[in-house]
C-alpha cells in the first residue's frame, strides 16, 4: 500500500506542470550571415523539409517563424503586420500541447529565448518552438539537420509518408553519392590526450595520463586507449573494419542504415559481444568477431549496450525518441557505457548528448528499429566469434568467470520479409576445466504492429531454456513487450544451476500521457519463482518530461525478496537558465528511515573570454566522505586546454589538480605536426579539394588545376578554412556520414558552379577521407519581353510569363518567368545550344501572337548572356 500511496504522488506531482502562460516574450538579438546554415528539417527523426534556413545564435538557434506553421501542422499563424505567433486552441488541445501566444517585438525582455530579424523576415528560438511542442530540438551540425523531437508523434505528419514502411525508413539521404574511405597500411594517429598532476593534503603527489588514440594499422581501423596512473595502467586496444562487397552502393545512397546492416564487420583485439536472452551476458575481452549485420539491431528483446569513447570528466545523457533515460560519467576505460538500455517496438532513436570538462558539447545518434525489416526474404547473416574475457590484449589477465572463454556461430535466414530462422552454437570452458557445448534455435515473425521471437536452448542433454516474447505497438501512445523465460537445470552465464529459477515473466510498457499534463513513462514488472517455492518481485516506474528549459526525470523502484520490500526515489532535473546549466539529481528510499543514498548538484559557468569554470557537488551516506565540494576552472587556447580546480570533503581531505589536455596529429595536407584543442573523442579526416573540370567528365586529370581558396559547407567550424596552395584542405569531422559540399559564396568567379551540390563521405574514426569537387564554368542568361500598348511608342513588360529553356542535345530544361518589368533570369546554365519557349496557351490567355522559339548560345567559358529584347505582338480584336 505504501508503493501505490508513493506512485499516485510520483505520477502526478504538480511542480513540473508548466504552460506557455509560463513563458516570457523573447528578446531580439542581432544575427551574423557567417552564423548563416541551411538544413535539413526533421521533427521526431522524420523528414518534412529539404531545406530551411537557420541562424545559429550562442547556445541555440533561429529558423524562420513563417516555416512552423507550414510544416508543423499545428495551425500555428503568424501575424507579420503585429509580428506575433500564436496558436489553434483545437489543434493544440487535440494534440495535448498548451496554447500560446508571443510577441517578437521586445528587445529588452529578460527571456531566455530570442529571436532576430535579417532582410528576408523574421526567426524564432528554436528552444521557444520546442517548449510549445513539449520536446527537445537538436542540430545535427555533421548532417545539417535540425531535428524536433516531441511526445506528441503525429506532429509534422501532414508533410511525409505516413506509412508502417516510411516509418521504419528513418535515415533516408537521397541521391547523394557516397565517397568511402579507404583502409591504409599506415595512417599518421589522432592523438587526443589528458594529462594531470595532483597534490593532496598530505602533499602526496599523482599524475594521471589519459589518452585516446585512432589511426589505420594494416588496413584495419585502430583504436589504443590507454589511463596511466602513479597505481596501474589500464590499456584498450581494437582493430576493426567494415566490409562492403556491392561497390554499387558506393554510386547511389537511399538508406544509410541499411548500407551499413548490409557491411561485414571484422573486429579484433579487446571486443565487445551483445548478450541474449537465454545464455550470455554482455562482455568485454580479447577475441576475434566477425559478422554481417548490426548487433544492436537484431536486439528485438534483449536490451542493447550503447558505448562512446570520451577522456576523463566527459558524461553522458541518454535519450530515447527525445525520452531522458539516464545519465552516466566516463569510467576508467575512457568510456562512457550505457548497459541494459530497453528497445521498443518501431524506431528507437538514441541521442547521446555528450559534455566536456573545457565546456565542449557533442551529440550523437544511434537508430535501433525493433519490428518491421529485421531480416529480408533470402537474406543470410552470420556471426563467427571468439572471447577470452578474462583476458586483454595488453593488460593481460583478470579476474577470471565461468563462461569467459567461448567459441560461437550463429547463422540467420530470412524465409519471408517476416519469417526468419536462426540457429547458434557455443562451446565455452568453465573454471574447472570442464568443456559446456550450447545451442540454441530461434523463430522471428513480425507484422507491422509487432514482433514475435521464440528461442530453445540446450545443454546437451544436461539442461534447457526457453525464451517466448511478443514486442508490440499497442496504440498510437503505447508500445509493450512481454516475455516469458522457463528454465530447466540449464547451465548458463545467465542462469545458473545453482540459482534453482523455475520461471520469470518480464512486462514493460512504454508510452507517453497526455491527462493531466503530457509526460512520457517507463514500467518494468519482473516476478521470479524459484523451485523452492521462493518468489521474487519488482516493478520501476519511470516519468520523464521536457520542460521549456531542459529536462527532468522520476523513477520509482519496489522490490520484494524474502519477505523484505524495498522502494527507491530517484529523481533528475537538468535545466539551461541563460548560459548556466545546471545538473542535479537524487537518490533515496521514502520509507526506510526515509534515508538520502545519494546527492549531486553540478553547475556549468557561462563561457567567459575563454574561461569555463564547473562547480559539483556531492552527498552520499554509503562512504566515508558524506561529502565533497568540487570546482574547475578551464582556459582554453587555439592550441591547448588548460584546467585548475580542487576538491575538499568532510574529513577535511583536500586535493589541487593542474592540467592540460588537447589533440595532436601530423596534417595530412600540410605534413605539419599540429596542436589543437582537444579534436574529439573519434575525428575523422576529410582530405577535401576542387578542380575545374575542363572536359566536364567529373574526374580530374593531371592537365586540370586544382583551386585555391575554396571553402566547403558541413560543419560550421570549417567556416574560413580555405584550400591551400597546392588545392586542397584537411577537415575533421565526428561523423561516420558527414555532408559536404562547396560553399559558393567562397568562389572568386561568378560563373564556376560544382557538378554536384553535396557528397556523403563516410569515414572511419582515424581514416582519412579523399572527396573531390569538379567546378565548371556555367552561364547567365538573361532577357525582357515587352509589347507596345496601342497608341503608344513606350513599351511595357509582361509580368507572370512562364518560360523554359530546353538543351537541345540532352533535353534538359531550365524554368524561370518574367518579373513586373519583363525582366527573366536563368542561372547556372552550362555551356551549349538552347531553345527558350513560352507555351502558346498562356499566351493567348493573356492576348498575344504564338511566339517564335529563339536559339541561344551559352559560351563554354562562362559568362552573362544578354538576349536582346524580346517583343510580342497583341492579338487583333
Known amino acids: 500500500m505504501r508503493f501505490f500511496s508513493l506512485l499516485l504522488a510520483f505520477l502526478f506531482h504538480p511542480v513540473f506542470a508548466d504552460s506557455c502562460e509560463d513563458i516570457v516574450d523573447p528578446k531580439q538579438v542581432i544575427v551574423s550571415d557567417d552564423d548563416y546554415f541551411i538544413a535539413v528539417l526533421r521533427i521526431n527523426n522524420r523528414p518534412v523539409a529539404e531545406s530551411i534556413d537557420v541562424y545559429r545564435y550562442k547556445n541555440t538557434h533561429l529558423i524562420p517563424v513563417t516555416e512552423i506553421g507550414k510544416h508543423f501542422g499545428l495551425s500555428w499563424q503568424y501575424q507579420a503586420v503585429t509580428n506575433t505567433l500564436q496558436s489553434d486552441a483545437k489543434a493544440s488541445a487535440d494534440a495535448g500541447l498548451c496554447n500560446f501566444e508571443v510577441n517578437l517585438n521586445d528587445e529588452s525582455s529578460e527571456s531566455n529565448f530570442v529571436w532576430a530579424e535579417d532582410d528576408y523576415g523574421t526567426y524564432i528560438d528554436v528552444n521557444l518552438v520546442a517548449a510549445f511542442i513539449r520536446g527537445s530540438a537538436e542540430f545535427n551540425v555533421e548532417l545539417q539537420q535540425m531535428n524536433f523531437t516531441s511526445q506528441y508523434e503525429n506532429l509534422g505528419l501532414a508533410n511525409i509518408s505516413t506509412s508502417r514502411e516510411a516509418f521504419f525508413n528513418e535515415i533516408e539521404i537521397k541521391d547523394y553519392p557516397i565517397v568511402r574511405t579507404n583502409y591504409r597500411l599506415f595512417s599518421s594517429p589522432i592523438v587526443n590526450y589528458n594529462i594531470v598532476a595532483s597534490q593532496n593534503h598530505l602533499n602526496k603527489n599523482n599524475i594521471r595520463l589519459s589518452s585516446n588514440i585512432y589511426s589505420d594499422i594494416l588496413g584495419l581501423s585502430g583504436e589504443y586507449r590507454v589511463n596511466h596512473t602513479s597505481a596501474n595502467t589500464d590499456q584498450f586496444i581494437k582493430f576493426s573494419r567494415n566490409i562492403l562487397f556491392d561497390d554499387a552502393q558506393n554510386i547511389k545512397m537511399g538508406n544509410i542504415q541499411t548500407l551499413e546492416d548490409r557491411a561485414n564487420k571484422l573486429e579484433l583485439g579487446d571486443i565487445s559481444l551483445q548478450g541474449d536472452e537465454l545464455l550470455f551476458e554482455t562482455k568485454q575481452g580479447i577475441g576475434v568477431n566477425l559478422y554481417s549485420y548490426s548487433q544492436n539491431q537484431r536486439s528485438n528483446f534483449s536490451n542493447i549496450r550503447i558505448e562512446e569513447t570520451a577522456l576523463p570528466g566527459w558524461r553522458a545523457l541518454l535519450f530515447r525518441n527525445g525520452e531522458f533515460l539516464r545519465e552516466e560519467l566516463v569510467n576508467e576505460n575512457n568510456q562512457i557505457v550505457f548497459d541494459d538500455v530497453p528497445t521498443f517496438f518501431g524506431v528507437n532513436s538514441f541521442s547521446i548528448s555528450l559534455f566536456g570538462p573545457e565546456g565542449q558539447k557533442r551529440t550523437r545518434t544511434k537508430i535501433v528499429r525493433v519490428g518491421d525489416g529485421q531480416q529480408e526474404r533470402g537474406r543470410f547473416d552470420y556471426q563467427f566469434s571468439a572471447i577470452n574475457a578474462s583476458e586483454s590484449l595488453i593488460n593481460g589477465s583478470h579476474h577470471a568467470r565461468d563462461f569467459d572463454k567461448r567459441i560461437a556461430g550463429v547463422a540467420r535466414y530470412g524465409l519471408s520479409d517476416q519469417l526468419t530462422l536462426s540457429a547458434e552454437s557455443h562451446a565455452t570452458k568453465l573454471l574447472n576445466g570442464q568443456h559446456k557445448n550450447l545451442f540454441a534455435y530461434a523463430i522471428d515473425y513480425s507484422n507491422t504492429n509487432s514482433v514475435f521471437r521464440f528461442k530453445y536452448a540446450d545443454n546437451l542433454h544436461a539442461g534447457s531454456a526457453w525464451f517466448a516474447g511478443l514486442n508490440a505497438s499497442i496504440s498510437e501512445d503505447f508500445t509493450g513487450n512481454l516475455s516469458v523465460r522457463k528454465i530447466k537445470d540449464i547451465q548458463s552465464e545467465i542462469y545458473d544451476q545453482q540459482q534453482d529459477l523455475n520461471t520469470e515473466f518480464k512486462l514493460r510498457v512504454n508510452g507517453r500521457l497526455q491527462y493531466p499534463f503530457t509526460t512520457s513513462f517507463n514500467v518494468s514488472a519482473t516476478q521470479k519463482d524459484f523451485n523452492d517455492g521462493e518468489r521474487h518481485r519488482s516493478i520501476s516506474i519511470q516519468q520523464s518530461q521536457n520542460l521549456a528549459f531542459g529536462t527532468y526525470s522520476n523513477s520509482l523502484s519496489y522490490s520484494s525478496i524474502k519477505n523484505s520490500e524495498q522502494i527507491n526515489h530517484r529523481f533528475f532535473y537538468s535545466a539551461f537558465f541563460g548560459a548556466w546549466q545546471l545538473r542535479q539529481s537524487l537518490a533515496w528510499q521514502p520509507f526506510e528511515k526515509q534515508s538520502i543514498r545519494k546527492y549531486t548538484a553540478n553547475l556549468r559557468w557561462p563561457n567567459l573570454h575563454g574561461v569555463y569554470n564547473e562547480t559539483t557537488f556531492d552527498y552520499s551516506n554509503q562512504a566515508k566522505e558524506i561529502f565533497e565540494l568540487r570546482h574547475q576552472v578551464n582556459w582554453r587556447s587555439p592550441r591547448f586546454n588548460f584546467q585548475f580546480g580542487g576538491s575538499v570533503n568532510n574529513q577535511g581531505v583536500w586535493s589541487i589538480r593542474l592540467g592540460v589536455s588537447g589533440s595532436f596529429y601530423q596534417n595530412q595536407n600540410t605534413r605539419e605536426l599540429n596542436f589543437t584543442q582537444a579534436k574529439g573523442t573519434t575525428s575523422r579526416r576529410i582530405l577535401a579539394e576542387a578542380f575545374i573540370d575542363a572536359d566536364r567528365n567529373g574526374i580530374r586529370s593531371e592537365e586540370e588545376a586544382l583551386l ?30 558527414q555532408s559536404i559540399g562547396i560553399d559558393e559564396t567562397s568562389l572568386q568567379d561568378p560563373f564556376l558552379a560544382p557538378s554536384m551540390d553535396t557528397k556523403i563521405v563516410n569515414v572511419h574514426p582515424g581514416g582519412q577521407a579523399r572527396v573531390s569537387f569538379a567546378l565548371a564554368p556555367v552561364n547567365d542568361i538573361e532577357g525582357s519581353i515587352v509589347f507596345y500598348k496601342a497608341g503608344s511608342e513606350k513599351t511595357n513588360g509582361i509580368f507572370g510569363l512562364e518560360l523554359e529553356l530546353t538543351h537541345i542535345e540532352s533535353n534538359k530544361q531550365y524554368q524561370s518567368s518574367t518579373e513586373g518589368d519583363g525582366y527573366f533570369f536563368f542561372s547556372q546554365v552550362p555551356p551549349g545550344i538552347y531553345r ?18 529563339i536559339e541561344i548560345k551559352a559560351p563554354s567559358v562562362g559568362d552573362i548572356v544578354s538576349l536582346e529584347e524580346i517583343i510580342l505582338q497583341p492579338l487583333l480584336e
Do not use: V
Not at 567550424?717 to 584550400?723: C, D, L
Not at 527558350?836 to 522559339?853: H, K, N, R, V
Open 836 to 853: 527558350l519557349t513560352i507555351g502558346e496557351d498562356q499566351l493567348s490567355e493573356l492576348g498575344f501572337t504564338a511566339f517564335e522559339p
Open 708 to 737: 585555391q581558396n575554396i571553402e566547403f559547407s558541413g560543419r560550421p567550424n570549417w567556416k574560413g578554412k580555405e584550400t591551400k596552395a597546392n588545392g586542397r584542405i584537411e577537415l575533421f569531422t565526428q561523423s561516420d556520414y
